[in-house]
């Protein structure tokens, strides 16, 4: 299980083939397969239906997918296009592909994704500075090394802590309705050695008025200019009880998460997905994201250092 963390095992690029090969996320922890990907259609669906997910690592497979376009001799812009559009709220997507935009190659896409990995490294060390000896931390979702194609961020930071040994449990939002946290940052909390327990998302505001929560950690998905974040369904009301209950509420996120052109969390797009993920039976209502007020954030922590308290990024 360890091995299937690795960066590459958790998305690559194999010129056998061409493809795009990744863990298949939606199967874990019940079964460790992975998803060929041998076109831009195929990789796109996989992002859409979460195979792969977590804003760096859909960013990561992009690159790969542009890569792949190229190889195929596929139309390059038609491609991006296609790969932005497959999920809206993450700006990792256009990001990666702007970034490969005058190199779309393996070797460039290898190389982002080994420094989206560094950056989770590097801002790790950062956010474990915030830690003090024996703290209880709450995540939600999974922003552990699935989400960004290794190493995590929230998660990386909680790694960080624990390797330190500031770290004492960490309470797992089981993260409804798709269970990122009891499937996925459970199973990487298991896999590093980190005493955790899963806990009902609406378990969050009891577990804070019992004095058992320390900090809250998670991820994100878009840091507008303003330091509004977007993140899982329920980030923003984890940040309100945290506020309520005065316990630090930390975004780790890496550069490549901050997008200066979206001025306010308002402008940010939010994802809505299939009412079905919640219930086939009534009607339902199914957004994926939310977003936390740059003011009910204690710290914003990326590869370059902790910003608190958090104005524009
Ligand atoms: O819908 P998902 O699983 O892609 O949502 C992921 C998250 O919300 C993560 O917290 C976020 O992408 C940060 S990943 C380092």
């Not at 019940?30 to 041998?38: A, G, K, S, T």
């Not at 709220?89 to 190389?111: C, G, H, I, M």
């Not at 939002?173 to 499937?183: A, I, K, M, N, Y």
């Not at 299939?274 to 914003?300: C, G, K, Q, Y």
Request: proline share 6%; with cysteine.
């Amino acid at each position: 299980m360890k091995r299937a963390l690795e960066p590459d095992n958790i998305v690559r690029y194999e010129e056998d083939g061409p493809k795009v090969v990744l863990l298949d996320q939606r199967r874990v922890p019940d079964e460790v397969v992975e998803l060929e990907c041998r076109s831009v259609d195929e990789l796109v669906v996989a992002i859409r239906e979460l195979a792969i997910r977590g804003a760096p690592a859909i960013g990561v497979a992009a690159a790969y997918g542009l890569a792949l376009a190229a190889k195929l001799g596929e139309d390059l812009s038609a491609a991006a296009s296609a790969l932005a559009s497959a999920r809206p709220t993450a700006v990792n997507l256009s990001w990666a592909l702007e970034q490969l935009r005058d190199d779309p190659t393996p070797a460039r896409a290898r190389a982002l994704h080994a420094e989206e990995v560094e950056r989770c490294r590097a801002m790790a060390a950062h956010a474990a500075d915030l830690f003090a000896p024996g703290t209880r931390a709450l995540t939600h979702c999974n922003a552990g090394g699935l989400a960004t194609g290794g190493y995590g961020s929230a998660v990386g930071a909680l790694r960080a802590a624990w390797e330190r040994g500031l770290l004492e449990r960490v309470w797992v939002d089981e993260t409804r309705p798709l269970l990122q946290g009891s499937r996925l940052t459970a199973w990487e909390l298991e896999a590093a050695g980190i005493p955790h327990a899963v806990i009902a998302d609406s378990a969050a505001g009891s577990l804070m008025a019992s004095g058992d929560v320390d900090c809250v950690v998670t991820g994100a998905d878009r840091i507008a200019a303003n330091g509004d974040t977007a993140n899982k369904i329920g980030t923003y009301s984890l940040a309100v009880l945290a506020a309520h209950h005065g316990i630090p509420f930390y975004v780790v996120a890496p550069t490549s998460t901050v997008d200066p052109q979206t001025p306010t969390g308002a402008d940010i797009p939010i994802e809505h997905r299939a009412p079905d993920e919640l219930t086939s039976r009534f009607p339902a209502r199914n957004p994926a994201f939310d977003v936390t007020p740059a003011e009910l954030i204690t710290a914003i922590v990326t590869e370059q250092g902790v910003q608190s308290p958090v104005s524009r990024v």
